[in-house]
T-cell receptor, first 114, second 113 residues
Framework: DSGVTQTPKHLITATGQRVTLRCSPR?????VYWYQQSLDQGLQFLIQ???????AKGNILERFSAQQFPDLHSELNLSSLELGDSALYFC?????????????FGEGSRLTVL | GENVEQHPSTLSVQEGDSAVIKCTYS??????FPWYKQELGKGPQLIID?????GEKKDQRIAVTLNKTAKHFSLHITETQPEDSAVYFC????????????FGSGTRLSIRP
């Protein structure tokens, strides 16, 4: 158990809909990262937050947004969903701000868009 | 650039033999290179990492080598065991617009009994 909690574990929805994925980092970790893993693909970096502020951005679509709340949990919002958004979405957390140490990953939220 | 390329995409080795996975990176400023193992149905987990001030690091049956001049690094697993079967990801810290960890595309390692 990494200590990172992601909900929901599975989500099935239709094209055009909007969903919210939630992540609770390890106790004491201030950084939260979101990654997308499509079928047989690697981990695509989406975005990082540190103590409530956005720190780094990857190839995140404009239809996607995220935030980190004062209690440090984070939410990834996916809107106007398309079939190609079907993927496993991972959240990870770390103590450091600058991506210099171990990332602790949750078990992921599997999104299926029909 | 932010590319991390990983080869091979799949690898099958006999139990007890060695496995080698290779990665290259494009950002010459990269200085941190972790390797993660992802078992079925789980999130990736760090197994070893190396920083640019060393060329090799070992931890029991796994070792990582780094060649900064050539911008490539490799994972070596010796005396492979069935529990080594998993997907392995290399990664690099890049600095294009902000510091972030970029992953390779993964190698699915299968250990044949």
């Amino acid at each position: 158990d990494s200590g990172v909690t992601q909900t929901p574990k599975h989500l099935i929805t239709a094209t055009g809909q909007r969903v919210t994925l939630r992540c609770s980092p390890r106790s004491g970790d201030l950084s939260v990262y979101w990654y997308q893993q499509s079928l047989d693909q690697g981990l695509q970096f989406l975005i990082q937050y540190y103590n409530g502020e956005e720190r780094a951005k990857g190839n995140i679509l404009e239809r996607f947004s995220a935030q980190q709340f004062p209690d440090l949990h984070s939410e990834l919002n996916l809107s106007s969903l398309e079939l190609g958004d079907s993927a496993l979405y991972f959240c990870a957390s770390s103590v450091e701000q600058g991506s210099t140490g171990e990332l602790f990953f949750g078990e992921g939220s599997r999104l299926t868009v029909l | 650039g932010e590319n991390v390329e990983q080869h091979p995409s799949t690898l099958s080795v006999q139990e007890g033999d060695s496995a080698v996975i290779k990665c290259t990176y494009s950002d010459s400023a990269s200085n941190y290179f972790p390797w993660y193992k992802q078992e079925l149905g789980k999130g990736p987990q760090l197994i070893i990492d190396i920083r640019s001030n060393v060329g090799e690091k070992k931890d029991q049956r796994i070792a990582v080598t780094l060649n900064k001049t050539a911008k490539h690094f490799s994972l070596h697993i010796t005396e492979t065991q069935p529990e080594d079967s998993a997907v392995y990801f290399c990664a690099a810290r890049v600095y294009s617009s902000a510091s972030k960890i970029i992953f390779g595309s993964g190698t699915r390692l299968s250990i044949r009994p």
